[in-house]
């Protein structure tokens, strides 16, 4: 079973920047497709899909409102992918989390993946 981990989140202001990390400590990622997900703050909020990035050729997926800010990326030596967010504003605030999605295609659906890491929080404020 994948154990999926990340880091590298914390508090910034608006514009700037972080690279958000996720680790599979046991097992290679080479045949998951690895998405990024936010989920808001408050309570009943759904995990929304961010990005996402398979494994077959490295396509990446964008949600419209990351679009040529945030860029995802993996090194399948490393068992690692990345999430590098750029121009941060105040709505991307939340607990991202990533997740695998065996010889996946890089779904919107939450449902489609198979593992998930605890998240870890980014809070844009000034």
């Known amino acids: 079973q994948l154990q999926l981990m990340e880091s590298g989140g914390d508090s910034v202001q608006p514009g700037g920047s972080l690279r958000l990390s996720c680790v599979n400590s046991?097992?290679?990622?080479?045949?998951?497709?690895v998405g990024w997900f936010r989920q808001g703050p408050g309570t009943g909020k759904e995990r929304v899909w961010v990005?996402?990035?398979?494994?077959?050729?490295?396509?990446?997926f964008y949600a419209d409102s990351v679009k040529g800010r945030f860029t995802v990326s993996r090194d399948d030596a490393r068992n690692t992918a990345y999430l590098e967010m750029n121009s941060l504003q105040a709505t991307d605030t939340g607990t991202y989390y990533c997740?695998?999605?065996?010889?996946?295609?890089?779904?919107?659906?939450?449902?489609?993946?198979?593992?998930w890491g605890q998240g870890t929080q980014v809070t844009v404020s000034s």
């Open positions: 046991q097992f290679s990622l080479d045949y998951y497709a």
């Open positions: 997740a695998a999605d065996l010889f996946g295609d890089c779904s919107m659906d939450r449902k489609e993946y198979d593992y």
């Open positions: 990005a996402c990035i398979k494994h077959t050729d490295g396509q990446q």
